[in-house]
């Protein structure tokens, strides 16, 4: 069975970007029932800093997080945008994964911002990190912000549309590149010598 896997990619508290992650999510799943989707918030687990030590070497959750992320075979990530970037701990998270890791897999992007200034950051920041460990994106993208929200709760329309079609797009993309056929990975990244 499949498995995709949603990452809350900061420390924070889960919420309103946790909920719209979740809408993609489930738009994954209701558009194959075959699928085995989780959840990642990577402030519920206490993860190192990537010091080049092995994963079993860290006496905290990382191992086990690491393995959560690597046995997965699609993703949809989402990220605030703090000061320009992608959050620091999900770059620490990315920090720790081998290429081999990610290589090959769907991922869908998610990025919130404050303002339309950071629009580009997921595809001038998160985007190449991703295609350097060749994972196959999804080319568009969902930008968040907080007017897209009333009272907590995802309310505009074609903020949840957009949602939904990012979880289809990452199902279709897994189901002509993933292990189906391995030959869509192409050569291995720089980075997996």
């Known amino acids: 069975m499949p498995t995709l896997l949603g990452i809350h990619g900061t420390v924070t508290n889960p919420g309103r970007l946790s909920r719209a992650l979740q809408v993609a ?3 994954a799943s ?5 699928i085995s989707t989780s959840f990642l918030h990577l402030g519920d687990h206490k993860i190192s800093f990537a010091d080049g030590r092995p994963a ?13 992320v690597q046995s997965a075979d699609m993703y949809i990530i989402a990220t ?10 999900l770059k ?3 920090d720790h994964i081998p290429v081999e890791g990610l290589m090959g897999k769907a ?3 998610i990025g919130m911002g404050a303002t339309d200034h950071h629009y580009l950051t997921v595809d001038t920041q998160l985007r190449p990190v991703l295609a350097w460990f060749g ?15 009333h009272d907590g709760q995802l309310s505009d329309d074609k903020a949840i549309a957009g949602l939904k079609e990012l979880g289809r797009a ?10 189906k056929n391995p030959d869509a990975a192409g050569p291995a990244p720089l980075a997996g010598g």
């Not at 209701?30 to 075959?34: E, G, I, K, Q």
């Not at 079993?56 to 959560?68: H, I, N, Q, R, S």
């Not at 605030?80 to 701990?89: E, L, N, V």
């Open 170 to 179: 990452v199902v279709a993309l897994n189901e002509s590149t993933g292990s």
């Open 135 to 149: 994972a196959h994106l999804v080319p568009g993208q969902v930008y968040l912000q907080s007017q897209h929200f």
């Open 25 to 27: 999510i489930d738009a």
């Open 56 to 68: 079993d070497a860290y006496g905290d959750d990382t191992g086990t997080v690491l393995e959560k």
């Open 30 to 34: 209701t558009n194959n029932p075959c």
């Open 80 to 89: 605030p945008i703090f000061r320009a970037s992608f959050t620091g701990a």
């Open 92 to 94: 620490n998270l990315l």
């Open 107 to 109: 991922c869908g992007l």
